[in-house]
């Protein structure tokens, strides 16, 4: 099993969302939940591609973490 950080972003009216580990693999929806499950199954389809390119799956080195300033 690998596990990727992915970063959500609201934009207008829709999310966005990439993962840093994974270059080029990116996923849009209406909601957040849409674009959870958008992510996932790209994030599925971006693995599936690199196996069948005999390419390595890249490790996660990612990490996120909240700052608090005054």
């Known amino acids: 099993m ?3 950080l992915i970063v959500i972003e609201k934009v207008n ?3 966005s969302s ?3 580990d994974l270059p080029g693999c990116v996923a849009t929806g209406a909601t957040r939940e849409e674009v959870e499950k958008n992510m996932h199954e790209a994030i599925e389809l971006h693995i599936k591609g690199l196996r069948e390119d005999n390419l390595s ?3 996660s080195n990612s990490f996120a973490e909240y700052v608090a300033v005054k």
């Open 2 to 4: 690998h596990r990727f």
């Open 13 to 15: 009216n829709n999310y």
């Open 18 to 20: 990439y993962s840093p």
């Open 57 to 59: 799956i890249p490790t």
